[in-house]
């Protein structure tokens, strides 16, 4: 068992990780290190993967926090395990030490931030609709009331679909330009009315907007590069029943 585990300089001296699917227990769609209880996998494959990840980051089998994904703004500020049922929401934040803050992606963009000098850490999951939405804004308000200086967090964006394999529809240009009309810049022409999507960069200019002192992406296409990453989009094209998900996790 080998894991391949990312990291960024914007995180310096905070222990995270981007894990790719490298090192995991299961199988044929799902071969590799999927996450995602959620899917259609073996529920033991999964917890042994989430085992294996959570061992790497030094934290208990169930030191992972994670929260039922719905593509919102809504964070959530983590005191300590969240029971069940799992809160809604795509953004998690605390200072509380030993708690891994976890998202989980398939293409959208995993976020992880942090401001080590207040000890306070944030992580989201952001797809366009997120995005849009603002939960890397609500993300880093919810650090800043705990404390938090805007200038001093760090964040980065780990494995997302790039712009490259991201065609989408005129109604994302639409939603995204009808209060931002500089937010054009992100999208580039298509086949017909298609546009190409530059979720990272369009991430990273809204990090920057809401003040954070160093925003970066790891420069990883999940849909390009099958060997190290599942893709929702990929599969969708492969005529695929389901697929994994990566996760990323960040910890004090």
Not at 129 to 137: D, F, I, K, T, W
């Amino acid at each position: 068992m080998t894991l391949d585990i990312l990291t960024s300089d914007a995180l310096e001296g905070v222990r995270h990780g981007f894990f790719t699917r490298a090192g995991g227990a299961s199988s044929g769609i799902f071969e590799g290190l999927n996450c995602g209880p959620g899917s259609s996998d073996l529920a033991e494959a999964v917890a042994i993967n989430r085992g294996r990840v959570a061992e790497a980051m030094g934290l208990p089998p169930d030191g992972l926090v994670t929260v039922h994904q719905v593509h919102s703004a809504d964070v959530v500020t983590v005191t300590g395990p969240l029971g069940a049922p799992k809160p809604r929401a795509d953004g998690l934040v605390t200072r509380v030490p030993g708690l891994g803050l976890s998202v989980l992606t398939a293409d959208c963009q995993p976020v992880l931030m942090a401001d080590r000098e207040a000890g306070v850490i944030g992580a989201a999951h952001a797809g366009w609709r997120g995005l849009l939405a603002g939960v890397l804004e609500a993300t880093v308000d919810a650090m800043v009331a705990l404390g938090a200086d805007r200038a001093r967090i760090g964040a980065a964006i780990g494995p997302t679909i790039s712009q490259r394999a991201y065609e989408v529809g005129p109604e994302v240009f639409d939603a995204f330009t009808a209060d931002d009309p500089g937010a054009a810049m992100h999208f580039a022409p298509g086949n017909g009315d298609r546009l190409m999507f530059d979720l990272p960069g369009a991430g990273l200019a809204r990090l920057r907007a809401a003040g954070v002192g160093r925003a970066e992406w790891t420069r990883h296409c999940t849909y390009s590069d099958p060997a190290r990453f599942y893709s929702y989009r990929r599969s969708v094209h492969r005529g695929e029943a389901d697929y994994g998900r990566l996760i990323a996790v960040i910890r004090l």
